[in-house]
């Protein structure tokens, strides 16, 4: 709509170009600050928790803070700008059921991706290991994994990329497809791939059809919620683990809540609206 207070900008691959511009001067910034710090008082910030969460929103902030000084202010003439509006209860309760489901069903598809042998088995320890020395606090792990990463993230791939193609004109179902996909790459590593694509269209779905960026990011905080507790609480970050129940079982609950709570979804939402 050309009268909406929301820029209409595309997204191309010079978009991506610069969003990852964004990210590696951010990244830059924070470790020439580590590196003077270090000179300077002679303390290595690097496995610090608070300097942790510093570099991730440093990051982020400078990828769309790059995405909206040299594609959307340019093209539009509008800062970059996103609907964070609320929405109506009963939406809440068909589209947390339905993140459930999709939970349920990645852990499934997940489990059956091996983590021993010649090569998974190496690539499974090195991410483990990498993952245990992020931070062993649970407080910055919850600040970081839910709140931090959903709104950063959902800004990025779901209100700037998979908004900027479908301004492009790519249809609805390819631009959440391709956007799910990004999201999954940026995990690197295949077990949290399949989880992060099908999230990705859960949450892309949810953004295209309410326009609202806060449900996304409620969703996604939601599910970051149960993968920190699963972490905390069992070893394989395990719904059946934690339910002391065969992963098979999981899998049909996630697809018959998934299933119902979809239909309901869609048939509420089956009339298009436009953002205004």
Known sequence: ?????????????????????????????????????????????????????????????????????????????????????????????????????????????????????????????????????????????????????????????????QKGLMNKGVEPWKAILFSSIIFGIVHANPWQFVGAVLLGCVLGLVYYKTKSLLLPMLLHGFNNLCSSLLITYTKNESFAEAFKVSEWIILVIGIVLFSLFYYLFMKKYKVHYSEI
Do not use: C, H
Not at 18 to 39: E, H, P, Y
Not at 60 to 79: R, S
Not at 148 to 158: G, K, L, S, T
């Open 1 to 161: 709509m050309e009268n909406s207070k929301y820029p209409k900008f595309t997204f191309t691959w010079f978009g991506g170009v610069v969003l990852l511009g964004g990210l590696f001067a951010g990244t830059m910034l924070i470790s020439f600050f580590n590196v003077f710090w270090m000179f300077t008082f002679k303390e290595n910030l690097q496995y610090k928790d608070w300097f942790f969460m510093a570099s991730n929103a440093i990051g982020f902030l400078t990828a769309i803070a790059f995405f909206d000084f040299f594609i959307v202010k340019p093209t539009t003439k509008k800062k970059l700008n996103f609907n964070f509006s609320p929405t109506n209860f009963y939406t809440y309760l068909l589209i947390f059921p339905l993140m459930i489901g999709m939970m349920f069903i990645a852990e499934f598809i997940a489990a059956q991706i091996p983590t021993t042998g010649p090569f998974f088995g190496k690539y499974y320890e090195f991410f483990s290991d990498l993952m245990n020395q992020l931070t062993d606090d649970p407080v910055v792990m919850i600040i970081t994994a839910v709140i931090m990463a959903p709104i950063f993230e959902e800004i990025i791939f779901r209100g700037i990329i």
